[in-house]
T-cell receptor, first 116, second 116 residues
């Protein structure tokens, strides 16, 4: 158990709908990362938040957005869903320290999204 | 942009034997970090081992060790005394920073089967 939790585990929805994925980082971790794993694209970085602020963006679609709240949990919002958005969405967290060489990203169990 | 290549989509090893998974990467950075993550059928992403580019000594974690060749941009994973529980997808990943201040860039993965 990495200490990172994600809800829900599974989500089935229809095209055009909007969903929210939730992530609670390990206790004390300030950074949250979102990744998408699909059969054709592999594992791709979407976005990173650090202590409530967006720090880096990857291949995140404009239909997708995220935020990190004061209690450090994060939500990934996916809207106008398409069939191709079906994937496993991972959240990872880390605790940046003065010596960043000590830090590692720990992954949650993922949310499997199926768009029908 | 940095890239990570895993040229072996699938590998097989006999239980108790040794297997090596290959990974090459491309970067113009001099300071970076490399990781191997394991993804068993449960889909959980589990950190196996990490290597800091500034360290010449290869990282080891119990039965897992790496062969890091910085000039060749090669980062292979050796699994000794293979066990049935080692069967999984293995992903090589790169980060510009310590894994906490930069997102991970993943290879496509190698599926490892372990034969009893």
């Amino acid at each position: 158990d990495s200490g990172v939790t994600q809800t829900p585990k599974h989500l089935i929805t229809a095209t055009g709908q909007r969903v929210t994925l939730r992530c609670s980082p390990r206790s004390g971790d300030l950074s949250v990362y979102w990744y998408q794993q699909s059969l054709d694209q592999g594992l791709q970085f979407l976005i990173q938040y650090y202590n409530g602020e967006e720090r880096a963006k990857g291949n995140i679609l404009e239909r997708f957005s995220a935020q990190q709240f004061p209690d450090l949990h994060s939500e990934l919002n996916l809207s106008s869903l398409e069939l191709g958005d079906s994937a496993l969405y991972f959240c990872a967290s880390s605790n940046p320290s003065r010596d960043s060489r000590l830090d590692t990203q720990y992954f949650g169990p993922g949310t499997r999204l199926t768009v029908l | 942009a940095q890239t990570v290549t895993q040229s072996q989509p699938e590998m097989s090893v006999q239980e108790a034997e040794t297997v090596t998974l290959s990974c090459t990467y491309d970067t113009s950075e001099s300071d970076y970090y490399l990781f191997w993550y394991k993804q068993p059928p449960s889909r959980q992403m589990i950190l196996v081992i990490r290597q800091e580019a500034y360290k010449q000594q290869n990282a080891t974690e119990n039965r897992f060790s790496v062969n890091f060749q910085k000039a060749a941009k090669s980062f292979s994973l050796k699994i000794s005394d293979s066990q049935l529980g080692d069967a999984a997808m293995y992903f090589c990943a790169y980060s510009n920073y310590g894994g906490s201040q930069g997102n991970l860039i993943f290879g496509k993965g190698t599926k490892l089967s372990v034969k009893p």
